[in-house]
T-cell receptor, first 117, second 113 residues
Framework: GAVVSQHPSRVICKSGTSVKIECRSL??????MFWYRQFPKQSLMLMAT?????????EQGVEKDKFLINHASLTLSTLTVTSAHPEDSSFYIC?????????????FGSGTQLSVL | QQQVKQSPQSLIVQKGGISIINCAYE??????FPWYQQFPGKGPALLIAIRPDVSEKKEGRFTISFNKSAKQFSLHIMDSQPGDSATYFCAASRDNAGNMLTFGGGTRLMVKP
């Protein structure tokens, strides 16, 4: 079945460094990818929507210069947390929406736990 | 504004019992209602979904009941098992395919042996 691969699954970094998270659709073309943030025991909060080859659309309150999203191909989107700080520590999840052979479905990655020291 | 309200926040059920989680939505433009299951440290996985043209959908032990007039839908887990212990999220979408999802707040289910 269709799979979305998200890497890394866990990252620990020092405050002030940048962290890149990759989201790949392995066997389908993802026309749209979504990035979510989830705090412990809370729901998923949509951060941004990205379409291949165009700029990402950020939700209200999400800093676009802080959370850089690149969707350079139909199978890869990246989220870069720039100059990370402890308050950026969270569980980040991507999802990919594909049409065609998989019939218009949404699949989630396995998530990335970011811990900023 | 929380567009999808989910209850209860947590639920404890004995093995073999029925787990019931409820959701209510406000936006009548929503036309796709999926349920997701999430284990700790993992991304959500689609469990079952329904569209507003049917009132009930069953897949194995999982059933969605949908009440369009009341703008409510619920998940029933029959014969609940300890392996069902997870967080469950309802969601809603306007594009009939789950592209742009609005999630409920989640329900942490614990099934006791």
């Amino acid at each position: 079945g269709a799979v979305v691969s998200q890497h890394p699954s866990r990252v620990i970094c020092k405050s002030g460094t940048s962290v890149k998270i990759e989201c790949r659709s392995l066997d389908f073309q993802a026309t749209t990818m979504f990035w979510y943030r989830q705090f412990p025991k809370q729901s998923l909060m949509l951060m941004a929507t990205s379409n291949e080859g165009s700029k990402a659309t950020y939700e209200q309150g999400v800093e676009k210069d802080k959370f850089l999203i690149n969707h350079a191909s139909l199978t890869l989107s990246t989220l870069t947390v720039t100059s990370a700080h402890p308050e950026d520590s969270s569980f980040y999840i991507c999802s990919a929406y594909g049409t065609g052979g998989i019939g218009g479905k949404l699949f989630f990655g396995s998530g990335t736990q970011l811990s900023v020291l | 504004q929380q567009q999808v309200k989910q209850s209860p926040q947590s639920l404890i059920v004995q093995k073999g019992g029925i787990s019931i989680i409820n959701c209510a939505y406000e936006n009548t433009a929503f036309d796709y209602f999926p349920w997701y299951q999430q284990f700790p440290g993992k991304g959500p996985a689609l469990l079952i979904a329904i569209r507003p043209d049917v009132s009930e959908k069953k897949e194995g032990r999982f059933t969605i009941s949908f009440n369009k007039s009341a703008k409510q839908f619920s998940l029933h887990i029959m014969d609940s098992q300890p392996g069902d212990s997870a967080t469950y999220f309802c969601a809603a979408s306007r594009d009939n395919a789950g592209n742009m999802l609005t999630f409920g707040g989640g329900t942490r289910l614990m099934v006791k042996p």
